[in-house]
């Protein structure tokens, strides 16, 4: 069994810029974390998305 994770992906740069384990991550932790450590890219313009990743 392989571990999921979800991706927070800027589409802008076309890159991931993290991953967390659904299995430790609840999306309202992934939410907040998001807001913590990438508000600066967020106002910047970009388009911050959350995903499941492949």
């Known amino acids: 069994m392989t571990a999921r994770f979800k991706e927070v992906y800027c589409a802008d740069c076309k890159?991931?810029?993290?991953?967390?384990?659904?299995?430790?991550?609840t999306d309202a932790d992934v939410n907040e974390l998001v807001h913590i450590h990438y508000s600066s890219?967020?106002?910047e313009g970009h388009?911050?998305?959350?995903?499941?990743s492949d």
Do not use: G
Request: charged residues 30%; positive net charge; aromatic residues 16%.
């Open 15 to 25: 890159r991931v810029l993290a991953r967390y384990a659904i299995k430790y991550f």
């Open 47 to 52: 388009e911050v998305q959350t995903r499941m």
């Open 41 to 43: 890219h967020i106002r």
